[in-house]
């Protein structure tokens, strides 16, 4: 007989369905649900149930009720294998044994030796009845503190649905459970406790991960890349087949990198705690200004043959195509690699590293303040290298800096990270890793010293979730949304109607800086003019005037500006547009409106979804999703109306539709190869497993393991002498 058609006349309460506790010995979080109830009548000898989870219910409730937990003890089984004797009795029965092998360190226990209990048995017609009872206890009990024991608290289907969800999301597991206590109303009116939201969860990661945290991180690319053939990924095992370097990208991040692999920033800084793998993201720019993910990977060290590799598995997922261009910090190893895998891309590295060690480096001078102005000034101010050469030269000599080896080391590589050598090239109006480092700070709320390799993984997929709405949220206000121009020149119009909003804003603050630009003096040589153009900005509260060259043929409209910003962000300068406007230039050539910012080209990835949740959820969790969303319709109809309303309860109460206590547990089969969980950095000081033992834990422990010696072999013996079955058993002791 179902739960569900279960109405007990011993819980004195109206009860539509109890679903039945499968073993009270389990976790909280793999057991079903149970409603508070009280007025539970005392067991007495005679009360018969229709099957033994009933009496399994019964009994538990009715313990909830006086303060003790339950426990289904024995059972005893016919000649046939059916059930014909049961003993529920106080969780607090027995007596404990300590298995420590520090005597010195008892673990703490609930038993204590307690005789209260039940027996049943089966009936002719299969109706249990309790046959004998022992109702006094030998320990307090306290009604209000029953929640704690492990028997009464349950966590149900909708609860740990919404854990589920909230540790998908990126939301901690105290934050979580905290908003549950909100909605109940108090810590009292809850029916588990934090920790069996942790376990629950922690339960739910290991069904996810399987045999280890490598071969589940494997099986986990194998479904995605079942949902979406263009899923790319790539591990690298070592000698010992363990798991050393792992690369993916997913396949709206391979179809971005053809709109925007131009230019990508690479940063390791970001550690994964469990492992301590960095973290290395390939981020690009997309049309909005955004950053945008476009494969990353996990290492196990930061050296030469881990860039190479991590390298060639990104090449080979952008099918050999590499960038013009890429922003890394000055690491070294990551220098010879990009040299390696990539000898004709761009390498520059991230300017605001470089100018944040001017000061640990510098410090040790007495003019320490007048030297890092004058670095300053020259680094930024300077438009032409030779600028920057002679006014570099200028600092050194006045100074006295010929000794110092890092200023030296900078200087030689200044083709890397000095503006005025790096701006010939586009950028996307990148000059620091930043963009890689505001990507590992989504994942600091998120990931902590617990994390596995997997967990990082689907934390990496709502990073990517984020992005995208992010990026359809921009797309949808660019198609939408319309600004006033601020000026009535016809050039503001036309960057409107092709630029996304935050280009065209770009776009609008360089043509309203054209006001602070004025004419010097310009040279003819036939179609070609050279102008150059003045323009006054504030510095630290005063006054600056910088000085530019601009050079425009008039046949072809081909124009040029040493501050280069065309060039470095694919946006005319305000020095261009004067110039433009000065000879009747109403509109922006085409040429100079990169395909790359405009909101009116219709790009392959917007077309591919991220919606790999099938490969998260397990089965229960996508049953329980696909229910709630009818539930939710439903509830949405009759919610306007007491009569609706009561339709729908009537139909709920009266509904055929039992609880089911069963777990359908999907195996995923695993990769053919197994692959071994990568190797945790060891940490420092004496291993606790590896401590010298005093003489008398010593006695101790050899005490213990000569009197388990004994006992098994009296045990053996015992069994031997019991044999019934020949010569089969004999071979079995044998």
Same mark, same amino acid.
């Given at each position: /007989?179902?739960?569900?058609?279960?109405?007990?006349?011993?819980?004195?309460?109206?009860?539509?369905?109890?679903?039945?506790?499968?073993?009270?010995?389990?976790?909280?979080?793999?057991?079903?649900?149970?409603?508070?109830?009280?007025?539970?009548?005392?067991?007495?000898?005679?009360?018969?149930?229709?099957?033994?989870?009933?009496?399994?219910?019964?009994? *538990?409730?009715?313990?909830?009720?006086?303060?003790?937990?339950?426990?289904?003890?024995?059972?005893? @089984?016919?000649?046939?294998?059916?059930?014909?004797?049961?003993?529920?009795?106080?969780?607090?029965?027995?007596?404990?044994?300590?298995?420590?092998?520090?005597?010195?360190?008892?673990?703490?226990?609930?038993?204590?030796?307690?005789?209260?209990?039940?027996?049943?048995?089966?009936?002719?017609?299969?109706?249990?009845?309790?046959?004998?009872? @022992?109702?006094?206890?030998?320990?307090?009990?306290?009604?209000?503190?029953?929640?704690?024991?492990?028997?009464?608290?349950?966590?149900?289907?909708?609860?740990?649905?919404?854990?589920?969800?909230?540790?998908?999301?990126?939301?901690?597991?105290?934050?979580?459970?905290?908003?549950?206590?909100?909605?109940?109303?108090?810590?009292?009116?809850?029916?588990?406790?934090?920790?069996?939201?942790?376990?629950?969860?922690?339960?739910?990661?290991?069904?996810?991960?399987?045999?280890? #945290?490598?071969?589940?991180?494997?099986?986990?690319?194998?479904? /995605?890349?079942?949902?979406?053939?263009?899923?790319?990924?790539?591990?690298? $095992?070592?000698?010992?087949?363990?798991?050393?370097?792992?690369?993916?990208?997913?396949?709206?991040?391979? &179809?971005?990198?053809?709109?925007?692999?131009?230019?990508?920033?690479?940063?390791?800084?970001?550690?994964?705690? !469990?492992?301590? /793998?960095?973290?290395?993201?390939?981020?690009?720019?997309?049309?909005?200004?955004?950053?945008?993910?476009?494969?990353?990977?996990?290492?196990?060290?930061?050296?030469?043959?881990?860039?190479?590799?991590? +390298?060639?598995?990104?090449? &080979?997922?952008?099918?050999?195509?590499?960038?013009?261009?890429?922003?890394?910090?000055?690491?070294?190893?990551?220098?010879?690699?990009?040299?390696?895998?990539?000898?004709?891309?761009?390498?520059?590295?991230?300017?605001?590293?470089?100018?944040?060690?001017?000061?640990?480096?510098?410090?040790?001078?007495?003019?320490?303040?007048?030297?890092?102005?004058?670095?300053?000034?020259?680094?930024?101010?300077?438009?032409?290298?030779?600028?920057?050469?002679?006014?570099?030269?200028?600092?050194?000599?006045?100074?006295?800096?010929?000794?110092?080896?890092?200023?030296?080391?900078?200087?030689?590589?200044?083709?890397?990270?000095?503006?005025?050598?790096?701006?010939?090239?586009?950028?996307?109006?990148?000059?620091?890793?930043?963009?890689?480092?505001?990507?590992?700070?989504?994942?600091?709320?998120?990931?902590?010293?617990?994390?596995?390799? !997997?967990?990082?993984?689907?934390?990496?997929?709502?990073?990517?979730?984020?992005?995208?709405?992010?990026?359809?949220?921009?797309?949808?206000?660019?198609?939408?949304?319309?600004?006033?121009?601020?000026? =009535?020149?016809?050039?503001?119009?036309?960057?409107?109607?092709?630029?996304?909003?935050?280009?065209?804003?770009? +776009? %609008? #603050?360089?043509?309203?800086?054209?006001?602070?630009?004025?004419?010097?003096?310009?040279?003819?040589?036939?179609?070609?003019?050279?102008?150059?153009?003045?323009?006054?900005?504030?510095?630290?509260?005063?006054?600056?005037?910088?000085?530019?060259?601009?050079?425009?043929?008039?046949? #072809?409209?081909?124009? *040029?500006?040493?501050?280069?910003?065309?060039?470095?962000?694919?946006?005319?300068?305000? %020095?261009?547009?004067?110039?433009?406007?000065?000879?009747?230039?109403?509109?922006?050539?085409?040429?100079?409106?990169?395909? *790359?910012?405009?909101?009116?080209?219709?790009?392959? =990835?917007?077309?591919?979804?991220?919606?790999?949740?099938?490969?998260?959820?397990?089965?229960?969790?996508?049953?329980?999703?696909?229910?709630?969303?009818?539930?939710?319709?439903?509830?949405?109809?009759?919610?306007?109306? #007491?009569?609706?309303? /009561?339709?729908?309860?009537?139909?709920?109460?009266?509904?055929?539709?039992?609880?089911?206590?069963?777990?359908?547990?999907?195996?995923?089969?695993?990769?053919?190869? %197994?692959? $071994?969980?990568?190797?945790?950095?060891?940490?420092?000081? *004496?291993?606790?497993?590896?401590?010298?033992?005093?003489?008398?834990?010593?006695?101790?422990?050899?005490?213990?393991?000569?009197?388990?010696?004994?006992?098994?072999?009296?045990?053996?013996?015992?069994?031997?002498?019991?044999?019934?079955?020949?010569? @089969?058993?004999?071979?079995?002791?044998?």
């Amino acid at each position: /007989m179902s739960s569900s058609s279960f109405t007990s006349s011993y819980i004195n309460q109206e009860d539509n369905g109890v679903q039945m506790e499968k073993n009270d010995d389990e976790a909280a979080s793999e057991e079903p649900e149970l409603e508070n109830r009280e007025n539970v009548q005392e067991p007495r000898v005679g009360m018969t149930f229709n099957n033994i989870d009933e009496i399994v219910v019964y009994y *538990r409730e009715y313990g909830k009720q006086l303060g003790f937990p339950v426990r289904k003890r024995t059972s005893q @089984k016919g000649d046939e294998g059916e059930l014909k004797y049961v003993t529920i009795s106080c969780g607090r029965e027995g007596k404990y044994k300590s298995k420590s092998s520090n005597v010195l360190k008892p673990h703490p226990s609930i038993k204590t030796g307690c005789k209260a209990r039940v027996r049943a048995g089966i009936l002719l017609d299969g109706r249990w009845q309790i046959n004998s009872i @022992k109702l006094d206890h030998n320990h307090d009990m306290s009604p209000t503190k029953a929640r704690y024991f492990r028997c009464h608290r349950t966590i149900s289907s909708d609860m740990k649905r919404r854990i589920e969800l909230n540790d998908r999301a990126g939301i901690r597991l105290n934050k979580s459970y905290n908003s549950l206590v909100v909605e109940v109303g108090g810590h009292e009116n809850i029916s588990f406790l934090e920790k069996d939201c942790r376990n629950y969860i922690e339960n739910v990661r290991r069904l996810r991960l399987g045999e280890g #945290d490598a071969t589940a991180i494997q099986t986990y690319f194998l479904n /995605m890349q079942a949902q979406n053939s263009n899923f790319f990924y790539a591990i690298d $095992l070592d000698q010992d087949g363990r798991l050393r370097n792992v690369f993916w990208a997913d396949a709206r991040s391979r &179809a971005a990198y053809e709109e925007f692999g131009d230019v990508v920033t690479f940063d390791t800084t970001y550690l994964t705690n !469990k492992y301590d /793998m960095p973290f290395a993201p390939f981020v690009g720019v997309n049309h909005h200004g955004q950053s945008i993910l476009l494969g990353c990977g996990l290492i196990s060290s930061e050296d030469t043959n881990a860039f190479i590799w991590l +390298f060639k598995s990104w090449l &080979a997922c952008m099918h050999e195509h590499a960038p013009r261009g890429i922003i890394t910090d000055q690491d070294k190893a990551m220098k010879n690699a990009i040299e390696i895998i990539f000898p004709n891309t761009r390498h520059r590295w991230c300017l605001w590293h470089i100018m944040n060690k001017f000061p640990s480096k510098l410090n040790r001078y007495n003019q320490y303040e007048s030297i890092m102005y004058a670095l300053q000034s020259t680094v930024y101010g300077s438009l032409e290298k030779v600028e920057f050469e002679e006014g570099w030269g200028e600092i050194i000599e006045k100074y006295e800096l010929q000794d110092n080896e890092w200023l030296a080391g900078l200087y030689n590589e200044r083709q890397r990270w000095v503006p005025c050598f790096v701006k010939d090239s586009f950028w996307a109006g990148m000059s620091t890793t930043q963009r890689s480092e505001s990507m590992n700070a989504f994942f600091d709320d998120h990931v902590n010293s617990k994390t596995t390799l !997997k967990q990082f993984v689907e934390q990496y997929e709502n990073a990517l979730k984020v992005k995208v709405q992010k990026e359809k949220q921009e797309d949808f206000k660019s198609s939408s949304i319309g600004f006033d121009c601020g000026t =009535h020149y016809n050039m503001e119009k036309q960057a409107q109607e092709v630029y996304t909003i935050s280009k065209y804003k770009e +776009f %609008h #603050d360089e043509l309203i800086g054209k006001m602070y630009c004025d004419y010097v003096s310009h040279k003819v040589n036939a179609a070609n003019f050279e102008y150059q153009i003045s323009e006054d900005f504030m510095m630290e509260g005063k006054k600056k005037r910088l000085y530019f060259k601009v050079w425009l043929n008039e046949d #072809d409209n081909e124009v *040029r500006c040493n501050c280069r910003m065309f060039e470095f962000r694919g946006i005319l300068c305000r %020095h261009t547009i004067y110039v433009f406007l000065r000879h009747n230039i109403d509109l922006i050539p085409e040429k100079y409106i990169m395909r *790359r910012w405009r909101k009116d080209v219709k790009r392959c =990835h917007t077309r591919i979804e991220i919606n790999y949740e099938s490969c998260s959820l397990t089965p229960e969790a996508q049953r329980c999703h696909k229910m709630q969303k009818a539930f939710d319709e439903i509830k949405e109809l009759a919610n306007d109306s #007491d009569n609706k309303c /009561m339709i729908v309860m009537t139909w709920v109460d009266n509904s055929p539709i039992g609880r089911n206590t069963e777990n359908d547990v999907s195996s995923i089969p695993n990769p053919s190869q %197994h692959i $071994l969980t990568p190797l945790a950095a060891r940490k420092k000081g *004496r291993p606790p497993f590896k401590r010298r033992k005093s003489q008398l834990e010593q006695a101790v422990r050899k005490k213990q393991d000569s009197k388990k010696k004994k006992q098994e072999s009296n045990k053996k013996i015992k069994s031997c002498g019991n044999n019934t079955n020949g010569e @089969k058993e004999l071979n079995v002791c044998n």
